[in-house]
């Protein structure tokens, strides 16, 4: 591992680092935090990854690994990463963060059942509206009381419950829904070594990247803005997400407006607000009508729009 964060902290990035299957084990817990517990490119111990499993291990197995991690660095935060839908409130304070890992895209769902136990994506749909859907099931199965990450599939094994990848479009949707509902404290991609990701995804996560970078300090800093949406956010589809999703922070006079598409099929709609808007140059033609927002959203797409709020 040295050699790898020393690489991303040359190029100012923070890297979590995860005990795999050594975690249970006191001694290898104690030296590995040891050696990285004053590296500046350490983020976050990653404890257990999906420990809730069946047989696997119990609250307090991690709660007592954390406890182990929090008296020898008090700096860093844990991590542990639950893969049930019925996890968040069960392993609730075993670490400071919880991370969730719905991996819907290419699901077998003929395997969610009682007889196989596990299917690769507990309680989905096979479709990515699953992702807002159990980020908002672990925050308010939590009651919002800490933090929760995502993780997002960037892999395909078709020996065992996913036939593909993702599209760029439907990575694309459940970053930015991820975002809308909350998770821009931490949102993750995980990958397989094999069979390589697709180039089109690759290329569509590092877009993601150089996007948030920018958007960051609007998101961030910015505070929750009002929108009124036809369809009307009440119209939903799936797991009762709304059929065009919206969400828009405020930021001095800058509005930052997210939409994404809960269908599978292309839907038009409009968005008007409380506030006189004006333009920014990187607003496309044609879509400002009237000081609305007029536009159509193909299924899954995403966009985002910037405007001026008069003062």
């Not at 817990?29 to 404890?47: C, G």
């Not at 929108?227 to 999703?245: A, C, M």
Request: aromatic fraction near 12%; charge should be negative; charged fraction near 20%.
């Amino acid at each position: 591992f040295k050699d790898l964060f020393d690489l991303v902290h040359k190029y100012g990035i923070k890297a979590q680092l995860s005990f795999a299957n050594i975690w249970k084990d006191p001694k290898e817990t104690y030296e590995i935090v040891m050696q990285f517990r004053d590296h500046p490119a350490l983020y976050l111990w990653y404890i257990a990854d999906e420990p809730d499993g069946p047989g696997l291990a119990t609250p307090s197995d991690v709660r007592s690994t954390n406890d182990l991690i929090k008296s020898l660095d008090p700096y860093h935060p844990t991590g542990v990463v639950l893969n049930c839908a019925n996890s968040a409130l069960i392993w609730i304070n075993v670490a400071d963060v919880e991370l969730t890992d719905p991996y819907p895209i290419g699901l077998n769902l003929s395997k969610c059942n009682a007889t196989w136990g596990v299917c690769g994506c507990d309680d989905c749909i096979g479709n990515p509206t699953d992702v807002p859907h159990r980020f908002d099931q672990y925050l308010e199965d939590t009651n919002f009381s800490i933090p929760v990450f995502t993780i997002l599939q960037g892999f395909s094994i078709a020996s065992t419950h996913w036939s593909r990848m993702p599209t760029g479009k439907e990575a694309r949707y459940m970053t930015y829904t991820s975002l809308m509902h909350g998770a821009h404290t931490g949102i993750l991609y995980y990958r397989e070594p094999l069979p390589a990701m697709d180039p089109t995804l690759y290329a569509e996560l590092f877009t993601e990247a150089r996007e948030l970078k920018e958007l960051h300090k609007l998101i961030v800093e910015g505070q929750d803005y009002p929108l009124r949406v036809t369809p009307n956010l009440n119209q939903t589809t799936g797991w009762h997400l709304p059929v065009v999703d919206a969400k828009a922070w405020i930021y001095d006079t800058t509005v930052l407006i997210i939409v994404a598409n809960s269908n599978n099929s292309t839907t038009s709609f409009t968005i008007d607000f409380p506030d006189l808007m004006k333009e920014t140059p990187n607003l496309p033609d044609g879509i400002f009508i009237g000081g609305k927002i007029v536009d159509v959203l193909s299924g899954y797409e995403v966009k985002v729009y910037q405007l001026f709020k008069y003062n």
